[in-house]
């Protein structure tokens, strides 16, 4: 009796083969094509699944998230997407790059049995510097359960003269990670300083700001309860401040336009900052999530008033021109209070720009009146005590250099010097700082002072015959008040 061939025998690869080649061999090429075409098919349906599950049951079990495991990196590419959240796990990165420390690097892991908190700061962040004193002391008062380890972006040769500064003021030798590439990607935030707190057991429990970062809040972390923790959350919004606002996605969405003016309220995001731009075709004057200070500022800034100093408020609702609290607070006050404007001008038009701007506060802010009035007004004054020139530079590369603890002018204006007074470091001073020098050659300075106390300015600006003094005189000044409505 002839074997006939059973569908038992083509499910085993080995046979496929050798069944067709029986088939041929047994003259079944009489037997009907269109039987013949369904056998064949039949045959390759069989063959795709027995693929199918041969590669399911090779798979095995998943295994467990290990060190070194490529999975990690899987892990931390979605963290620099999205950012490590409250209640996940931290992966054992190796932190590298420390200064400061017998250890040039550490890994997350040992800290196990200790609150970890990672400080992201910069060495130009006042509210940084202002709180390095304080984590330093409750490191000291938490000693065995709390370390602080301060991460920064900056590369080590620009921290470490501000570091020894810093140890020289304060007596604290601060270790800290610097041209963190890694730490940062994994929480990302916007805002200066950004703490992130890690229990004992490798678990983020909170991502806050420096008001946060307190005793009490400690203990709390300590004792497996972080109720009434506010959370930081910085809104990541991508923004090129070399680019006009809302074009081709920069912070939104627009079209390229020769001529624009734009006003709306506060923007989720958007970093704060006004300025002018300028570019070979187009001038801009932006005002980002401002206060209406600051908006009123930069449109009479031609009319050599741009600091908030110079401006009077004489409102019945002075609220709502600018306030005083710092952090969530005050984002919480921006949102309800703040301003964004842009105006976008041709190059042709340079000259018009303020007061096109100004144009626009008065039908964009009807309820206000902004005039420029002469006022009697204290000021800081820096003047020269001798005739001798001890400034004038010997040329050379043009550079400047600033941090709280001191300058350096190099081939520069003196008047960088007075801006950066004004701007920065005594920019919550009730009086403006005005150049009376009338030195108008390029200087070379080096002085290590701080920058805030006028006291410690003087000492250092002996050499070079230099002196602040404060003084009184009539000032032109900004004078923004409610506008009287007609009867």
Same mark, same amino acid.
Not at 367 to 392: C, G, H, M, W
């Given at each position: 009796?002839k ?39 039949? +045959? ?31 892990? #931390? ?17 190796? +932190? ?17 049995g ?15 510097i ?12 938490f ?98 401040r ?13 079209n ?31 005002a ?34 600018s306030?005083?609290?710092i ?24 000259? @018009?720009?303020?007061d096109?701007?100004r ?5 964009l ?17 820096l #003047? ?9 530079s ?5 550079d ?5 603890f ?20 005594? @920019?919550?001073?009730?009086?403006? +700082? ?8 390029? +200087?070379?300075?080096? #002085? ?9 300015l003087?000492?250092?600006l ?26």
């Amino acid at each position: 009796m002839k074997r006939k061939i059973g569908l038992t025998a083509t499910l085993m690869p080995k046979n496929w083969i050798r069944a067709l080649y029986i088939i041929w061999k047994r003259k079944l090429r009489k037997i009907d094509h269109n039987l013949l075409i369904a056998f064949v098919a039949v +045959v390759i349906l069989i063959l795709q699944m027995f693929i199918i599950v041969t590669a399911v049951s090779g798979q095995g079990k998943p295994k467990g998230l290990q060190i070194g495991d490529t999975r990690l990196n899987d892990t #931390v590419g979605q963290a620099r997407l999205d950012g490590l959240q409250i209640g996940q796990e931290m992966p054992d990165v190796t +932190v590298g790059n420390i200064i400061n420390s017998p250890a040039p690097s550490v890994k997350i892991s040992d800290y196990k049995g200790k609150l970890l908190i990672l400080d992201f700061w910069a060495s130009w962040c006042s509210a940084c510097i202002s709180t390095l004193p304080m984590a330093d002391s409750l490191q000291k008062q938490f000693a065995g359960k709390l370390e602080f380890l301060p991460i920064t972006y900056q590369k080590e040769e620009e921290i470490k003269p501000f570091l020894a500064k810093l140890e020289k003021a304060h007596g604290i030798l601060l270790r800290t990670a610097v041209n963190d590439k890694q730490l940062s990607p994994l929480f990302p935030h916007r805002y200066y300083p950004h703490y992130v707190w890690i229990d004992g057991n490798g678990i983020i429990r909170a991502i806050t700001e420096f008001q946060q970062v307190n005793a009490e809040n400690i203990r709390k972390i300590l004792d497996g309860n972080q109720t009434g923790i506010r959370e930081k959350k910085d809104v990541m919004l991508a923004y090129d401040r070399t680019r006009p606002l809302f074009i081709d996605g920069n912070a939104g969405t627009g079209n390229a336009v020769k001529y624009r003016s734009i006003y709306t309220g506060y923007v989720p995001g958007l970093p704060g900052g006004t300025g002018f731009f300028r570019t070979d075709s187009t001038v801009r004057l932006t005002a980002r999530n401002s206060t209406l200070r600051s908006l009123f500022s930069l449109a009479y800034a031609d009319k050599g008033i741009p600091l908030k100093r110079k401006i009077i408020v004489e409102v019945k609702d002075p609220a709502k021109m600018s306030s005083d609290k710092i952090g969530g607070e005050y984002l919480d006050w921006l949102k309800d209070n703040g301003h964004t404007y842009e105006l976008l001008l041709p190059l042709s038009l340079q000259k @018009q720009a303020y007061d096109m701007m100004r144009i626009d506060l008065e039908r964009l802010l009807p309820q206000y009146a902004a005039t420029i009035e002469k006022r009697p007004s204290k000021y800081i004054a820096l #003047v020269r005590t001798s005739d001798e020139d001890k400034l004038k530079s010997r040329g050379g590369k043009s550079d400047t250099r600033f941090d709280p603890f001191g300058f350096t002018l190099q081939n520069f204006p003196l008047q960088r010097l007075i801006d950066q007074l004004n701007v920065v470091y005594m @920019q919550h001073s009730d009086v403006p +700082v005005v150049n009376e020098t009338g030195y108008t050659e390029w +200087v070379d300075m080096e #002085v290590g002072a701080t920058m805030s106390d006028v006291i410690a300015l003087n000492t250092a600006l002996k050499k070079y015959d230099l002196e602040f003094i404060e003084k009184e005189r009539v000032m032109e000044r900004l004078v923004i008040r409610d506008k009287l409505e007609n009867h």
